[in-house]
Structures are given as C-alpha cells and as structure tokens.
C-alpha cells in the first residue's frame, strides 16, 4: 500500500553522554491523500517526534538515523535545505501544541498571514486580506478584519492555536500535521475546527496526520488510527475496527481509560504503572511490566508484526476477537 506520504522503519534517537536512546524505533505509517490518520498514545510514547521527524524539524541532539520518510515519492531525508523550505508551508503544514512555536510577537497577524501566503506564491494585497479573512473566519474568530490588525498577545491562548490552525490552512496543503491543536480550545469550537478539517480532507484530497491522546477525538475525526507505545506502532488500522475490536492490549487499555466508553458513577479503568523512559525500556516487548495478558514470550522477544490487509498489530498475547467496549468512543 502506497499513500501520499509513506513511513518506513523510521527510526529517530538522542544522543546522551550514556548512549542514542531511540524515541522513534522503527515505525511504518503510511497516509493516503484524502485521509485523516490519528497518531494517538500517552505523552512520551513518540508521537510529537514523529512528526517532527517527518518534516525534519529535529534538533540536535535528536537525529534521524534510519529509515525513509517517502513524500508524494520523494524521501525528504534526502531533500535539500532548499526543497524542504519549498515544502513546509506550503505543500506539508504543521501545527503546533503550543501556538507561541508559530506565531512571532512582533508582527501582526494579519503581517505573518501575508507571509505564509507570499512566501510561495504572488498574490495582490487585496487577495491577501481577503483569504486570510476567510482562513480566520473558518476556525470560529470574530471580526476577522479587526483581528488581522492585531499581535498574538493581543489573544487568548485558544484564540492563538485557532490563528495557527488558519495560518496552516491558507496554502492548502497537501499534507497537515497537527500536534494535539485543539487542547486549548472548547469543545464547541473544537468541534468546528474538526469539522473543517474533515471538509479539507474530503473537498481538496488533503492528507492529515493528527496527533493526540484522546480518544473521542480520534472517533469523531479519523478514518484510520495509529496507536504508539515506547516508540513504536503496536496497533493500527480502520478506526471502527480499532476502536470497536481492539487487539492490542494497550490499545484496550486506553479505551477503557476514556470517559467516554464508562456509565455516569462508574469507576474509570486505569493502565496499571508507567510508560517506560527512554533509556529504560524493558527486554522483550515494551509494554509487558504494564500488561495483564503477559506470557513468558514477551520477555524474550519483541513481537512481530501482525497483518491482515489494512489491519495490523504487535502482541504475542492478542486480546479475543470480540467488541471490548459497549459501543462506541463517545465525543
């Protein structure tokens, strides 16, 4: 299976006085245009580095060390500063968690607007205005007109990710990745912002990589669901067959652990322990010290993967092929 974007043995470390800890360890993703793909797992899982990783915004002491990063069929591992310049923002966007990451505090933002905008193609002053009036007015702010006037301090925290969000949208991209954007924001305008992102994707075939912990957002918004432990894919797949069939027992684990799939007064299910730090990640398969289907096999070897056409996972002890939850993740 090809996509627009395609992920294959990705493998991303940081380089410590100790070792390379790998963060990102072998991952496969692969996005089709018109998609929305959520990467979804607990902080420290890898997902932000992912991303980051695929656009190249890694750091020292972090460093992509394997792996080909395959976009519309070329590897960005081998794009030159220059191409990869041609890309972000235009052809890849990416949101941030924190919006103070893409806005700059002395320009307003109707300024870094225009900037997104005529960095990769010639428009007129009045086009300019008009679609970042549009962008703005599509993820919920007001009197888009006076805020364009306006800086980033000038707007809440929410208000801030929500012009992020706008900027990311006003090329539109072939490709969006979205780092847990809506944390900030309500659920009515959350709900807004999904919905837009949705209408991209069907209306104009952009792909979407959307990362995040929660659930009932990945049930409202995904076509396909990720889930990452320690670094690596465990379970993937159709969201209705993820979510509904889980085969994972993490994947179980954070389904019973959402509010949405327990009664009002039910005591909420908890994933017994901690994800493993980076440098102290256990022989065998990762998540074993935090599993209550373990078995003498997953301390010896990590498991393999798993594949039944679009469906795929990683676990020695594979939960039983029924419904885990009573239905649905609930919004």
Known sequence: MTGLLDIRGLRTVFHTPEGAWAAVDGVDLTIRRGEVLCLVGESGSGKSVTGFSTVRLIDP?????????????????????????????????????????????????????????TAH?????????????????????????????????????????????????????????????????????QSQILYEVQTLARETGTAILWITHDLAIVAELADRVAVMYAGQIVESGAVDDVLDRPCHPYTLGLLKSSTGTVRPGERLHQIDGNAPRIDARPSGCPFRTRCDRVVPLCSE???????????????????????????????
């Open 61 to 117: 002491p972090g460093e992509i060390v394997e792996g080909e990063i395959l976009f519309d069929g070329k590897d960005l591992r081998q794009a030159s500063d220059e191409e990869l310049r041609a890309l972000r923002g235009n052809r890849i966007a990416m949101v941030f968690q924190d919006p103070l990451s893409t806005l700059n505090p002395v320009l307003t933002i109707g300024e870094q607007m225009a900037e997104a905008i």
């Open 301 to 331: 070897t990590y498991p393999l993967r798993q594949e039944n056409g679009d469906r795929a996972f990683r676990c020695h002890n594979p939960v039983p092929a029924a419904p885990a939850t009573s239905g649905e993740v609930l919004p």
């Open 121 to 189: 193609r010639r428009c007129t002053k009045a086009q300019i205005t008009e679609e970042s009036v549009r962008a703005l007015a599509r993820v919920g702010i007001p009197s888009p007109e006076v805020r364009l006037r306006q800086y980033p301090h000038e707007f809440s925290g929410g208000m801030r990710q929500r012009v992020a969000i706008a900027i990311a949208l006003l090329n539109s991209p072939d490709l969006i990745i979205a780092d847990e954007p809506t944390t900030a924001l309500d659920v009515t305008i």
